[in-house]
C-alpha cells in the first residue's frame, strides 16, 4: 500500500483542498477495497457505485450520512446476515440523523419520498424556476455594483436560500431570519478530524416548520405551505406533522448547501477560464452541458455511506454483512472506464451527464431538478450581465500560487470563500 493510501481520508487535513489522488490511488488499486483506519470498504468504481447504490435489499442506508461514526450501537462483526439485518432494524433508530429521509430503508422510505415529491412536484418547480428568473438580478445588482467580492456570502447563498424559502413557501417576513441561521463557512456534518454529532440538529428548521404546518392545518390559505400541510402518504393517510416538517427541513439544508458548493466550484472554473467563459456567452445554450460536467468533475458530495445487510460481492471482492461502506462519488466520477481523460474538463463531454453526483436508486437525489436549474439560471444570468470574470488576487493569489480554503468535511466538495472580480457589460451595474 502506497504512502498516499496510508492517509486516513476520515481526519486527514491535507486531503481536503484535494482528495482526487487518493481517491485514484485506492481505484488503482482495486475499485473496491478496505481503507486500513475505519474499516471502511471504500467504492471508487463506476460500475461498482452504480451496484451498491442500485441495491437497497441487500445495503442499507441507516448510516449514510454518519458512515464510520459515531459506530453501530451494538458489534455486527461475525455475525450471521439474519442477525445483521435484524440488528440494523432494531437498532436503527439511535444512529444520529436516523429522522431523515435520507437515512430511510424500503418501505419506510418509499411512503417519506413520496411526500417528499410531493412537495417539489412539475407544477412547482415549474413556478419556482420562474421566480428565480425574476430574482437573480436582484441579487446580482449589489454583487455587481460592489464590481464582485465573495461569491458565496455576496450571491450563491442568498440567491439559493431565496429559491428553496421560495420553494418550500416560506413567508417573506420570516427569510432575512433564516438567512442569519445559515452559514456556508462551516463544514457541518462530516467534519474532518471530529466524530462529535448531535440527534438532530435541526431543531430551529424544525420549530418554525412546525408553527407552519399546524397552522395551514387549522386555518388552510392559498399558499405551498397549505398544500404541504395537507401532503398524505400514498395509501391516503396523513403524516404526522413532524413527518412533514422533517421532509422540509431536509430538503432546505440539504438541498442549498450542496447547491451553493455547486456554483462556487462552477464559478471558479470560469474564472480561471476566459475562453470559457466567452464561449458560454456567444453559445448560452452550452450552459446546461457546462454544469453536468462541473457535477462531474467536482461533485459536490465526495461519497455516501450505506451498511450491508448481507454477506455479497460488489466487483469481485467479499463484503462482509455488518461492513460499512462508502461510496465515493467524486471518484466513481472519475472512472476511466466510463470517462475518457476524467480529470480534464470538457464542457462539450457527451456522456457527462452519466455522473453520480446525485446519487443512484432509490436515494436519487429528489432536488437534482432545481439544483440544475438554479445553477443554469444563476450562470446565465451571471455572464450575461459581465464582460469579464477573475479571481480576486488580492484574497487567493496570482495564477500561479493561488491559495483557497475547502469546507474540512469528508463528506462535501467546496469553497468556504470565492472572491471574484467582475466587470459589467457596461462598465457598471
Known amino acids: 500500500m502506497s504512502e498516499l493510501e496510508q492517509l486516513d481520508f476520515f481526519t486527514d487535513q491535507t486531503l481536503v483542498a484535494d482528495p482526487y489522488p487518493y481517491m485514484e490511488a485506492m481505484r488503482s488499486g482495486c475499485p473496491v477495497r478496505r481503507e486500513p483506519h475505519k474499516n471502511v470498504m471504500m467504492v471508487t468504481g463506476y460500475e461498482e457505485a452504480l451496484a451498491v447504490f442500485g441495491d437497497s435489499e441487500n445495503f442499507s442506508s441507516c448510516s449514510a450520512v454518519t458512515g464510520p461514526f459515531p459506530g453501530f450501537p451494538v458489534p455486527l462483526e461475525g455475525r450471521s446476515d439474519d442477525e445483521v439485518s435484524e440488528l440494523i432494524d432494531k437498532h436503527r433508530s439511535e444512529l444520529p440523523f436516523s429522522d431523515q429521509v435520507t437515512v430511510m430503508d424500503p418501505p419506510t422510505h418509499t411512503a417519506h419520498r413520496a411526500l417528499l415529491m410531493g412537495l417539489i412536484t412539475p407544477k412547482r418547480l415549474k413556478l419556482n424556476e420562474e421566480f428565480m428568473?425574476?430574482?437573480?438580478?436582484?441579487?446580482?445588482?449589489?454583487?455587481?455594483?460592489?464590481?464582485?467580492?465573495d461569491y458565496i456570502r455576496g450571491f450563491a447563498a442568498p440567491f439559493t436560500l431565496a429559491v428553496i424559502a421560495d420553494l418550500l413557501g416560506v413567508p417573506e417576513e420570516d427569510r432575512a431570519e433564516f438567512a442569519t441561521r445559515m452559514d456556508h463557512r462551516q463544514g457541518g456534518v462530516g467534519a474532518t478530524g471530529s466524530a462529535s454529532m448531535t440527534h438532530s440538529p435541526l431543531e430551529y428548521l424544525y420549530a418554525k416548520f412546525s408553527g407552519y404546518i399546524e397552522d395551514r392545518r387549522r386555518e388552510p390559505r392559498a399558499?405551498?405551505?397549505?398544500?404541504?400541510?395537507?401532503?398524505?402518504?400514498?395509501?391516503?393517510?396523513?403524516?404526522?406533522?413532524?413527518?412533514?416538517v422533517r421532509i422540509a427541513a431536509n430538503l432546505y439544508t440539504a438541498g442549498q448547501e450542496t447547491t451553493v458548493r455547486l456554483l462556487s466550484g462552477a464559478l471558479l472554473m470560469l474564472a480561471e477560464r476566459p475562453d470559457l467563459q466567452q464561449?458560454?456567452?456567444?453559445?448560452?445554450?452550452r450552459v446546461s452541458n457546462f454544469v453536468e460536467e462541473m457535477?462531474?468533475?467536482?461533485?459536490?458530495?465526495?461519497?455516501?455511506?450505506?451498511l450491508a445487510r448481507r454477506s455479497i460481492t460488489i466487483g469481485g471482492v467479499d463484503i462482509p454483512a455488518g461492513t460499512t461502506v462508502m461510496v465515493m462519488n467524486g471518484a466513481a466520477n472519475r472512472d476511466p472506464r466510463q470517462f475518457e481523460d476524467p480529470d480534464t474538463f470538457d464542457v462539450a463531454r457527451s456522456n457527462a451527464r452519466r455522473h453520480i453526483a446525485f446519487g443512484r436508486g432509490v436515494h436519487t437525489c429528489?432536488?437534482?431538478?432545481?439544483?440544475?436549474?438554479?445553477?443554469?439560471?444563476?450562470?446565465?444570468?451571471?455572464?450575461?450581465?459581465?464582460?469579464?470574470?477573475?479571481?480576486?488576487?488580492?484574497?487567493?493569489?496570482?495564477?500561479?500560487?493561488?491559495?483557497f480554503s475547502y469546507v474540512p468535511t469528508f463528506i462535501l466538495r467546496g469553497l468556504t470563500e470565492l472572491n471574484l472580480d467582475v466587470i459589467p457589460v457596461d462598465g457598471r451595474a
Open 133 to 149: 428568473w425574476n430574482h437573480a438580478d436582484r441579487y446580482l445588482d449589489p454583487y455587481l455594483a460592489a464590481g464582485g467580492g
Open 223 to 244: 399558499d405551498a405551505l397549505t398544500e404541504m400541510a395537507a401532503a398524505t402518504f400514498p395509501d391516503g393517510s396523513t403524516p404526522e406533522v413532524m413527518d412533514v
Open 279 to 285: 464561449l458560454l456567452r456567444s453559445e448560452p445554450d
Open 295 to 306: 457535477l462531474r468533475l467536482e461533485s459536490p458530495v465526495k461519497g455516501d455511506f450505506r
Open 366 to 403: 429528489p432536488g437534482a431538478p432545481l439544483a440544475r436549474a438554479e445553477a443554469r439560471v444563476s450562470i446565465e444570468r451571471l455572464l450575461a450581465r459581465t464582460s469579464e470574470i477573475t479571481i480576486s488576487e488580492e484574497h487567493h493569489g496570482p495564477a500561479d500560487a493561488r491559495r
